[in-house]
Structures are given as structure tokens and as C-alpha cells.
């Protein structure tokens, strides 16, 4: 039997600088991360042991380390976020990323704004 298997954040809210606007770097505003990483979690279906799996509190760390930099683009905070998860954890298949700035400076009424990334290896 085959099983394809994820390891997910679901709209992690983050408060952060990030944007190309002044004030948006100076202001802050507030974040949601969505992230779905493949990964072999049959090992933890039969020991009950979280070192057998992705721990989802370390990938909320390095999500959240790259989130507390600031940046002009999402595209380059979710960039350094996948370069991340690849150096920590290579057993990662793949990941599917969303970042979404709540509230974005452009003059529209909408949920917000941003990135997605779906890489498979």
C-alpha cells in the first residue's frame, strides 16, 4: 500500500514587516502562513514516537524565523522559506506554501493578498 503523507501549519497568524510601502515596514501588519510538507510519517504510525516524523512545533519555528525578517516581497520570505525547510529536513517530497498579507495597501475590500508555492521533488 502506498500513502502519500503531509505534515501542515493551517493560517498561522503572524505579525511582521514585510512590504514594499513605507509604512508597511515601519507599521507591520498582520499574516497568515499555510504550509503542507510531504513526508514518510509510516515510520510514527508504528512506534508512537515523534522522532519518527516531522515535528510540526520545529517546522513552526523555522517558519516563523523566516517571517521575523523583514522583506520587501512575500516571494522572498517564501523563498527563504523553502531553502529552509529543504536544509533542515531533506526528507521532505514536498511542500505547498501559501503567504497572505490580511488587509494589503491597494485599495480593494478583500481577505488579503499574496504567494503560493507547490514544490515536488
Do not use: W
Amino acid at each position: 500500500m502506498e500513502i502519500e503523507s503531509y505534515i501542515y501549519l493551517d493560517e498561522v497568524r503572524f505579525y511582521a514587516f514585510h512590504g514594499v510601502m513605507p509604512q508597511e515596514s515601519q507599521v507591520g501588519g498582520e499574516f497568515l502562513v499555510s504550509l503542507r510538507v510531504g513526508y514518510p510519517i509510516q515510520g510514527a504510525m508504528e512506534t508512537d514516537d515523534v522522532a519518527d516524523t516531522l515535528n510540526y512545533a520545529e517546522l513552526f519555528q523555522l517558519v516563523k524565523q523566516q517571517m521575523d525578517i523583514p522583506s520587501k516581497l512575500l516571494e522572498h520570505v517564501a523563498g527563504r522559506i523553502v531553502k529552509a525547510i529543504h536544509e533542515q529536513f531533506p526528507q521532505v517530497s514536498s511542500i505547498h506554501l501559501r503567504i497572505t498579507k490580511k488587509n494589503p495597501p491597494m485599495g480593494a475590500d478583500s481577505k488579503g493578498a499574496g504567494v503560493e508555492l507547490y514544490i515536488k521533488h
